[in-house]
């Protein structure tokens, strides 16, 4: 407890509280672990898919502390449709959807002898307890490893040991991405589960015929603090996790866990996500970091309620250390952490450290899913919309800013701008994922709060607030109705095919030499329109065919369903008989906006080129002679350029997607012939460039 101190006179006393991040050592000298585990560095765009960690061949090893035997998204299945802890047979709800219900469903009570509330701890069986006494992170991982292991559902943790090891902890146990970790439990082996034998049995029978694992209760979390007095003198954790699990192996498997994991885990992007402010659920976790290593704070949204106004009235519960049952805030309290720069806002720490940086804010929890044969920590299908970048950090610093609105009475102005960015991150993401319904949803929420907030204070209509604040992109990617519409499963659509899209859509406008609504990209009878369009600009190889990426049953559909809008007609909207002047000046090299149009490479180094907000520029080279790489250099903070490497028919061949001044493509592998090059904006962005080939 050392640097608490150290640091208490600059920290207010929210912070004075805040746990500790890592313990010190091993719970155990035998498991063979030193030191403690690290958080590895940001995933950058690469967030946006996860990173795959353990086989799933591994999962049923001796090393396994639970099977797996449903999927978060599962909503159909014969236990899936199960009554449960928190909700009713036939519920309709995938497991997440469970799960945040469950945490928001525990009702509030007395902490037990302390001056503040906590929440009673709700079991399947029927049988609740008093909230644990615990850190702060340990309350956010306990909940959701507890979860998962009642309802047979994919976890892991990833963190990297001493050694710069990639390890996981999980339903699987304690592993490397080969072999069982150092020497912790081969838990299947060890332990005893006894769920199978009360299976067949009621609540009331399970609760009376407990079994009990005698050497589990006489284990406590390493540290010391966990003294769980309500259960009885000399009790800790070990018996806390023998009252709640028929499974013994996951009490011995989180009092491991525990000791390893602490906020950096939390804050890392392999674990968890951020989440964007208006999409917020109990559940979710709120991070604050003030410091990259060491003391940090991870809070559970404890319940996010709608308010008139389109405001939200959300708490938080958190544990600390010493170790505590959670603290249940104030709705006054709870809105001081969301809009707090230490939770990933504007500022620096005294270290000189920006708090974007650090890992904090509004997180969800990934869910495993298996893909390729591998457990990959992903996000659910339905929320992906509501994603932001680990490295995005001008989205993400403005989030404390937007709850000082979401969370209570701002002035009028406040409460636009902060409406305007929600409309701007659901664009974002359509610009990437353009066949996102969750997007275009979020998007039209957004803009009927815009359309109140104009109304009632600053006198515009509808058709005022259309014109002022739409765009076309809006009308393009119009809202559908999801269970209609076989567009809203497909989740492997690209920005290069929002750019064929919206090229489309611009070339029928020029075309028509008036107003005419434009083609919503949706099915219409297939997607025939747009490939076409594609192929004829030298695009086809960009095209990706339509494919079911999640469960959907609306798959056979011949039309998509559009909703009914409330916008204001196009035409009404768009005055296409005044040309508007462009707010970005394109380069001399224009017109380069597809392959057909690409700009042949004649000069080894070309200056001052530009891209224009969704505006690519195309290039051939012609390779006669040896070619090491072509390159382009820019100032990343003033927009994110990428890079792509294409064969003649426009397939691409490689491609550079980093978040440095310079994107670079290798050229020596290739063979004589013409290829294409593609310089992009992402998320739309804006940038001068220059570009070298060598």
């Known amino acids: 407890m050392k640097n608490l101190f150290i640091f208490t006179f600059l920290l207010p006393l929210s912070l004075i509280l805040s746990c500790t991040d890592d313990a010190a050592g091993p719970a155990e000298e035998d498991y063979g672990i030193e030191g403690t585990f690290t958080a590895d560095e940001p995933l950058g765009k690469a967030d946006s898919a996860g990173r795959p960690g353990l086989a799933t061949s591994y999962d049923n090893t001796d090393t396994q502390v639970w099977a797996v035997t449903n999927q978060w998204e599962d909503t159909s299945t014969t236990a899936a449709k199960k009554a449960g802890v928190s909700w009713d047979a036939n519920s309709g709800l995938n497991w997440d959807q469970k799960y945040h219900l469950w945490v928001s469903s525990m009702e509030r009570t007395a902490g037990y002898n302390t001056y503040y509330d906590t929440f009673t ?186 308010l008139p106004d389109n405001q939200v009235e959300a708490t938080i519960v958190s544990g600390s250390m010493p170790r505590r049952q959670p603290k249940w805030e ?66 993400l610093k403005v989030r404390p800013a937007t709850f000082e609105s979401l969370l209570g009475e701002v002035d009028p102005v406040a409460k636009r701008e902060a409406i305007l960015i929600q409309i701007e991150d659901a664009r974002n993401h359509l610009r990437n994922y353009p066949a996102s319904c969750s997007a275009r949803e979020r998007r039209e929420k957004a803009f009927t709060k815009l359309y109140e907030v104009n109304a009632e204070h600053f006198s515009m209509d509808k058709l005022a607030t259309d014109q002022e604040y739409r765009t076309k992109e809006d009308y393009i990617f119009a809202e559908l109705v999801y269970t209609q519409s076989k567009t809203c499963c497909w989740n492997s659509s690209t920005a290069a095919m929002y750019q064929i899209v919206m090229d489309y859509n611009n070339a029928l406008q020029e075309e028509a030499q008036q107003c005419i609504d434009p083609v919503v990209f949706m099915n219409a009878e297939g997607y025939g329109v747009f490939q076409a369009y594609a192929e004829e600009t030298g695009r086809g190889g960009l095209w990706k065919p339509w494919t079911a990426d999640e469960s959907c049953p609306q798959a056979n559909v011949t039309s998509d369903t559009q909703k009914d809008h409330e916008w204001s007609a196009y035409c009404d909207v768009f005055d296409t008989s005044t040309p508007v002047e462009p707010t970005c000046t394109d380069d001399a090299l224009e017109d380069n906006d597809n392959p057909a149009q690409a700009r042949a490479l004649q000069d080894d180094h070309l200056i001052d080129l530009k891209i224009c907000p969704s505006d690519d520029d195309w290039y051939s080279l012609e390779i006669a002679s040896a070619r090491t790489a072509l390159s382009i250099t820019f100032v990343h903070t003033n927009g994110d350029l990428d890079l792509s490497l294409h064969d003649s028919a426009g397939t691409e061949i490689s491609s550079s997607t980093s978040i440095s001044d310079t994107e670079s493509v290798d050229l020596s592998a290739l063979s004589s012939g013409t290829y294409l090059i593609r310089v992009y904006g992402y998320n739309g962005a804006e940038n001068s460039y220059n570009l070298t080939i060598e």
């Open 121 to 306: 701890f709700k079991t399947p069986w029927g049988k609740t307890l008093p909230a644990p006494k615990l850190e702060c992170a340990e309350v956010a991982i306990f909940l959701r490893i507890t979860f998962a292991s009642w309802y047979n559902l994919p976890f892991y943790l990833e963190a990297i040991d001493g050694e710069r090891a990639r390890i996981f902890f999980g339903h699987f146990g304690a592993r490397t991405i080969t072999d069982r970790y150092k020497n912790t439990p081969l838990y299947r082996t060890a332990y005893s589960d006894h769920t199978t034998a009360m299976a067949s049995h009621d609540n009331d029978y399970i609760v009376a015929n407990w079994p009990a694992d005698s050497k589990l209760r006489t284990k406590g979390l390493y540290g010391g603090g966990d003294e769980q007095e309500f259960l009885g003198d000399d009790l800790l954790s070990g018996a806390y996790f023998d009252e709640i699990f028929l499974n013994k192996r996951v009490g011995h498997f989180l009092l491991l866990t525990l000791t390893y994991f602490g906020s950096m885990h939390m804050a890392d992007s392999r674990n968890t996500y951020n989440l964007v402010p208006d999409a917020i659920q109990p559940g979710d976790l709120l991070v604050e970091r003030w410091q990259r290593t060491g003391i940090g704070h991870v809070m559970v949204v404890k319940s996010a309620e709608e």
């Open 330 to 395: 104030t709705p006054v309290a709870s809105k001081d952490y969301f809009t707090s720069e230490e939770c990933g806002g504007e500022g620096t720490n005294y270290d000189g450290d920006e708090y974007v940086k650090l890992g904090g804010g509004l997180k969800r929890w990934r869910v495993a899913k298996n893909v390729n044969g591998n457990w990959m920590n992903s996000w659910m299908n339905s929320d992906e919309a509501s994603w932001i970048c680990d490295t995005d950090w001008e989205r």
